[in-house]
């Protein structure tokens, strides 16, 4: 009975991402409005008013599921699956952030980590391709995109567009590549036609 209720429970846990192009798009009332008005309020206070928040309720999505109380084996926490030792970090530039567990603070931390990661990827690019490079290091740190970075240039790529980044994953070692690409996939899937909208966008 035990091991049936773990399976169980590891299959509800992986479902979402094995399914994720049967997810509804980020827009559907299938989701929760009650933490939009965070989500606008940050998204507005760390990217400006012209970047769509939904990129990050996609985010918190692919995250969590939108659970407040989520946890993972590594010990992230909350919406945007904040380790508290980042958190800490984050907290230090941003007093007013005050427990990673507050469904408000976590995501005001998320976000912001975002927009430090977003202003890492200045190089010319254009704007979905600077976006994936921002979450792609939200997952699997910014040092390791750096490193495919590099693998990529040294495989013949400019290493500037996330395609060049795709081709040569395998090849990058300490890149749990999978999770990091499947993750991507995840919230542009969310987006639906407004990640191919910005395709052709440029930002900053």
């Known amino acids: 009975m035990l091991k049936k209720a773990i399976i169980l429970a590891v299959f509800f846990t992986l479902h979402p991402l094995l399914f994720a192009e049967e997810m509804p798009e980020v827009t ?3 989701w929760t409005r009650k933490y939009d008005t965070h989500f606008r309020k940050y998204s507005k206070r760390f990217f400006g008013p ?3 928040w939904h990129w990050f309720k996609a985010q918190g999505i692919a995250e969590s599921g939108l659970r407040e109380n989520a946890q993972s084996w590594t010990n992230a926490k909350g919406i945007m699956q904040l380790m508290p030792r980042t958190f800490a970090e984050l907290k230090k530039k ?12 976590n995501i005001a931390a998320g976000i912001y980590y975002d ?15 600077r976006v994936r490079f921002m979450f792609g290091s939200y997952n699997a740190g910014f040092s390791t995109i750096l490193r495919a970075q590099k693998v990529s240039r040294k495989n013949g790529f ?11 994953a395998p090849k990058v070692s300490r890149w749990r590549d999978k999770e990091t690409l499947g993750y991507i996939n995840k919230i542009e899937i969310l987006m639906g036609d407004a990640a191919k909208q910005n395709k052709g966008w440029s930002w900053w």
Do not use: M, Q
């Open 158 to 168: 400019n290493g500037k567009d996330w395609e060049s980044i795709k081709s040569i």
């Open 50 to 52: 012209a970047f769509d």
């Open 115 to 129: 927009s430090y990661l977003f202003a890492k990827w200045k190089e010319d690019r254009v704007f979905l391709d």
């Open 28 to 30: 559907d009332r299938h």
């Open 94 to 105: 941003n007093p007013e952030l005050r427990k990673v567990t507050d469904p408000r603070w």
